[in-house]
């Protein structure tokens, strides 16, 4: 079992940039591909990003891809979303998630079922 928080959430304008961090409880962080996803109040929650269990691949959903970069510190237990050029439409909570599935298929790493463990999220928000 993981535990994750998620911090880095705050207020940024426009253009701007943030990082979310996500502290991954336990032993075993290295064994779940980890994923970023965000929700906005009455929608379905939006996958992001996925990352392998060694890091060395990550997918991304087409509306952040270049602009969103996911990574991993499996000797920190944390994973990060670098996010620039931010948007107003970019103003939605932030989480993050742990799945113990494969990585193949890869588009399967988009939907939240394949994920076991999520944090309380983070909210972002930017002003335009």
């Known amino acids: 079992q993981v535990q994750l928080v998620e911090s880095g959430g705050g207020l940024v304008q426009a253009g701007g940039s943030l990082r979310l961090s996500c502290a991954a409880s336990?032993?075993?962080?290295?064994?779940?591909?980890m994923g970023w996803f965000r929700q906005a109040p009455g929608k379905e929650r939006e996958f992001l990003a996925a990352?392998?269990?060694?890091?060395?691949?990550?997918y991304y959903a087409d509306s952040v891809k270049g602009r969103f970069t996911i990574s991993r510190d499996n000797a920190k237990n944390m994973v990060y979303l670098q996010m620039n050029s931010l948007k107003p439409e970019d103003t939605v909570i932030y989480y993050c998630?742990?799945?113990?599935?494969?990585?193949?298929?890869?588009?399967?790493?988009?939907?939240?079922?394949?994920?076991?463990?999520w944090g309380q999220g983070t909210q972002v928000t930017v002003s335009s």
């Open positions: 998630a742990a799945s113990p599935k494969g990585w193949s298929p890869v588009v399967a790493l988009a939907t939240v079922s394949q994920y076991d463990y």
């Open positions: 990352i392998s269990r060694g890091g060395g691949s990550t």
């Open positions: 336990g032993r075993t962080f290295s064994s779940y591909i």
